[in-house]
């Protein structure tokens, strides 16, 4: 008789689904206005922004972007990003961040997991770390000389990205605010529309009118959505500060994954279905933190001989 064997891809499927909802729960008070919901004061190191009207949660580091540009220094956020750090890592790119959802959707949509060159994929994952640096750096000095009273003229300087340089462009940002709000200022002109459809001219009249950081926030969309196709969690491999940080912090944490090496055939199924493309098989036995890890738990689903199984602490 063949044994049982426990699945972790459909608890985390409703974990990401509900996690989406829950995210973005304000947008339910659009279809029953009587809830009376409001954005709860707590974040987590996922991508959910401050931009949204419909975030009831924000996430961390658009959190800490926004508070140093008032300037506040931000010791909640940054205290659960340690914590939440310390204990799982980055387990919540895997579980929790509908951006990491989106991604995956998309890849079971394409059915198959494409691989990126060992070396290209080595070099692009540092790309997000710059990006953090530049993230950290721009609200990081801005908040200091605001402190010190010297930060007026910077602040003018920065314009948009002064209230955050990276919550300027994130893809979450334009497709839970921007595009729900654009598609709610468009309803009344709809009617209008059906009755007499805009010619070509009139488009592209229109669309030049477009102001250039909403066509810089819709192209950053538009290339997250087809980067994913292309290339599994590409977005968090390679672009996502938020990813970045937490991979600094999935190195020390407490979760991680253990191979036995009696069971471990070496076949190597587990390395095929990681979206991370982690060299799974290089790593120590005992227990393994790969930055890039996001505790998915798809390589221990995939194992045919049970040598891979979560390790914690
Ligand atoms: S890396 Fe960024 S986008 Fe990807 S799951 Fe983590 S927080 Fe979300
Ligand atoms: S190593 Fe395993 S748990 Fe980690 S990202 Fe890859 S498949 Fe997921």
Redesign the pocket.
Known sequence: MRRFKFKWTLPRFIVQLLSLLAVNALAFTLVYPYLNLKSIPFSL???ASVNSPYSAIY?SLDLIQLELSQPEFPWIAIGFVFLIGAVIG?A???WV?P??FI?DIITTLKGKLDSVSPRTDKASKNFKYLVLFFTVLISGTLGLALYLGVGSDYKDALGILASGPFIAISPEGTLFGTIPTLLTLARGSLSSFLLRPPTIQEVWAQLSRTPPLLALRLFVLLVFFGAAWEVP?F??RYV?P??AL?AIFQRYSFAGIKRDPVKCMKCPHCEVRCPMQISILDLPWEKFNDPEC?LCMECVDACPHGSLSLKFP
Do not use: A, D
Request: charged share 10%; proline share 5%.
């Open positions: 190191p996922i991508l996430g980055r919540l790119c895997g961040c951006m990491g991604q969690r977005w968090c996502c938020t990813g937490m996001i």
